[in-house]
């Protein structure tokens, strides 16, 4: 079976303007930073410290464990305080707590590291820095670099179209971090030697297109692709699509059409993996909501709670009802502020009571409304009615394991039913039955 990938979108309010703008911002650690040793996609990361271990920026606390797996590093110096399971975003996670000693002492860097780096060492280098899709998918970026051996990579896709809304961080990297961005891709370039690059971005970010092609103009093989913005623009495999006409096979990976496709600021911390030695411990989240008095794109240390950010962003001026890593669409309630930035935060975003939706569950009024929102052509409401009857065989038969979580469908729902919340948890059950097996 190949993936229909129609033109299905939708164009909700994207609530980008106050923060559109806005340059980043450096700011400092707080005094408690906090770090799951699951930031990724894959198996969690083991703790290597100790309580009462001194740590430095870019000391190495949690070791990936297996194939798909990140190692986690330290983004101040300090001193290991506590190690306990925490309740993060995706459930219960063995969390380092490192008491900051303002010092920012740094590790040295890696001494592999710099200019010419042999492209095999690359992935190596990729996968030590603990370089997850820092787009919000957080697969391990080493194990993209790493295809099959039957698999040519001629393409690559830099992913700049930041559908989600209210979220202006890869906007704002892709103005201000352009020429690391654009050396990261030719590390890539260097490991593949790809026929193609494509940037992807939408047209409400066009100076961002500008800015890369300046920065790029003497790279041939680079061509900008301006989309129109439109949710879900930014899916992996509707980006390839569109750029290079490529349809991703039904349970299938980029690699098998011949693409490696990242988010901007994955190839930003590929440049500073391979050519300047450093970790992955800091990211550019955009903090915003209607209720935040200030909202701002942070340059954040991973490990900052994000009860720590709302100062830094002029408080509230009107109570939050709702918090979510990430956006209205694909993004997950937060109900702890301890929670911290991960490599996957793209954003924070805080709702009003206004803004959220809190209409009770009506039954299915057979509108087909999800089926003709669905990007990838699926049958939303039969995945989730097979969920809640407990047959995940069905869910799967359906073709759950393709859902790309974009949330158009819960969206579009005009009985609420939380139809992503249940294809999210069929995937979960599939994934279970089959480690089972
Ligand atoms: S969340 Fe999944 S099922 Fe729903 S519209 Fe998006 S891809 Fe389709
Ligand atoms: S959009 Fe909602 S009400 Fe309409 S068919 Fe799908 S589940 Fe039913």
Request: proline content about 6%.
């Amino acid at each position: 079976m190949r993936l229909k990938t129609k033109q299905k979108a939708i164009f909700p309010k994207l609530n980008k303007a106050r923060t559109h703008d806005k340059p980043i911002e450096h700011i400092d650690a707080p005094a408690i930073m906090v770090y799951p040793m699951s930031m990724h996609i894959g198996a969690p990361a083991k703790p290597i410290v100790e309580v009462g271990s001194t740590v430095k920026v870019g000391t190495l606390i949690g070791e990936a464990q297996g194939f798909i797996s990140a190692n986690i590093y330290s983004s101040v110096s300090g001193e290991v305080i506590l190690i306990e399971d925490r309740e993060i975003i995706s459930g219960v996670v063995t969390c380092l707590i490192v008491k900051n000693d303002g010092q920012y002492t740094e590790e040295p860097p890696f001494p592999e590291a710099g200019k010419d780096v042999a492209p095999e060492l690359v992935p190596e280098l990729i996968r030590r820095a603990g370089i997850a899709g820092m787009g919000g998918a957080t697969f391990p970026t080493d194990v993209k670099m790493r295809p099959a051996e039957d698999k040519k990579i001629d393409t690559i896709i830099l992913n700049g179209a930041e559908c989600e809304p209210y979220s202006t961080s890869d906007f704002r990297m892709m103005l201000e971090y352009a020429d690391e961005i654009i050396e990261g891709v030719r590390v890539i370039d260097g490991v593949f030697n790809v026929d193609k690059i494509y940037i992807g971005i939408e047209d409400d970010a066009k100076e961002a297109g500008e800015r890369l092609r300046e920065v790029a103009s003497d790279f041939d093989k680079i061509e900008i692709k301006v989309l129109e913005a439109k949710y879900p623009q930014g899916s992996e495999k509707q980006l390839i699509e569109y750029c290079t006409g490529r349809q991703v096979p039904s349970g299938g990976l980029p690699a098998d059409v011949g693409c490696v496709v990242s988010n901007v600021g994955t190839f930003q911390a590929i440049y500073r993996a391979v050519r300047l030695g450093k970790p992955l411990v800091e990211r550019v989240t955009t903090i915003t909501g209607t209720p935040i008095v200030d909202p701002k794109n942070l340059l954040v240390r991973i490990g900052t709670p994000i009860d720590d950010l709302i100062d830094i962003c002029g408080g509230f001026q009107e109570a939050p009802r709702k918090v979510i890593h990430g956006g209205p669409m694909m993004g997950r309630t937060i109900r702890d502020g301890s929670v911290p930035i991960s490599k996957g935060t793209t954003h924070i975003t805080f709702l009003t009571a206004s803004e959220v939706d809190d209409e009770e569950r009506m039954d299915c009024i057979r509108c087909s409304e999800c089926l003709n929102v669905c990007p990838v052509s699926l049958q939303p409401i039969l995945i989730s009615n097979a969920y809640e009857r407990g047959d995940i065989e069905k869910a799967e038969h359906l073709g759950a394991m393709d859902c790309i979580e974009c949330g158009n469908c819960s969206f579009i729902c005009p009985s609420k039913i939380p139809l992503l919340d249940n294809i999210r948890k069929a995937k979960t059950a599939i994934k279970q039955n089959a480690k089972a097996v």
